[in-house]
């Protein structure tokens, strides 16, 4: 009966643990930033362009090779970033999209829609976005947390990149950006009082905004996309 007794008071106490768990997210700079003033081109030429995505994740030391996001995992509110960042573009007039799947390889009709929207516009716009993680310092991080009962500051540390790759419509590529960034997310209980004021959603959300309107702007100012 004292068994059972201190099993459901340790089970109690895990229980209200995890209920007063909080994370803080925090965000470290953007590596590779534009630096320079922007300039628009309002006077250019208008042009059609193609933006082709790829959203891809990979744990490091449990995954052998990325993996591409099907179009539940990449992140949510992506459309709404891309369409705040195309703000960046003067002389856009017409625009597509295209995201890639790891299914496309089984699907032939993505690939030849993919392949015709190459051929129909002025220039191809390819990105890349991936994150990756630690699959032993999550692992070691979570049985730390869970010895402590999240007494213990934990940080599990998350990187984003974005690359880009510029081609005119006979597919030479013009020019190629890359960004990066990492965030941490510290695990502990009295981190619930911080996390009003940090949560992991909106700092995931502010990369991918700073990465898109960061590579279109220096894109735009340096006319990459302006016919002569």
Not at 3 to 10: E, G, S, Y
Not at 41 to 61: C, M, P, W
Not at 154 to 177: C, M, R, W
Request: aromatic fraction near 14%; charged fraction near 25%; glycine fraction near 2%.
């Amino acid at each position: 009966m004292m068994k059972v007794h201190r099993l459901i008071t340790v089970s109690l106490i895990l229980y209200i643990a995890q209920l007063l768990t909080g994370c803080a997210t925090f965000k470290s700079d953007m590596r590779g930033k534009y630096v320079f003033a922007p300039e628009k081109n309002y006077e250019a030429d208008r042009v059609s362009a193609l933006f082709i995505f790829s959203h891809f994740r990979q744990t490091k030391g449990l995954d052998a090779i990325p993996k591409l996001d099907n179009q539940y995992e990449r992140i949510r509110g992506f459309d709404d970033f891309f369409q705040d960042a195309l703000k960046e573009f003067s002389n856009v007039q017409s625009y597509a999209t295209f995201t890639e799947y790891a299914a496309d390889v089984n699907d032939p009709a993505r690939r030849v829609l993919k392949d015709s929207l190459m051929h129909q516009h002025d220039y191809i716009i390819k990105m890349r976005f991936m994150r990756e993680k630690s699959f032993s310092k999550t692992f070691l991080g979570k049985i730390a947390s869970s010895l402590s009962l999240t007494l213990l500051p934990i940080p599990y540390t998350y990187s984003y990149s974005a690359a880009a790759e510029v081609f005119d419509s006979q597919g030479h590529l013009l020019k190629n950006y890359a960004r990066s960034a990492s965030l941490t997310k510290w695990v502990q209980s009295l981190l619930i009082f911080i996390y009003p004021f940090h949560p992991e959603q909106r700092k995931k959300e502010e990369l991918y905004v700073q990465f898109m309107h960061d590579i279109f702007k220096q894109i735009e100012t340096e006319k990459i996309l302006k016919k002569f």
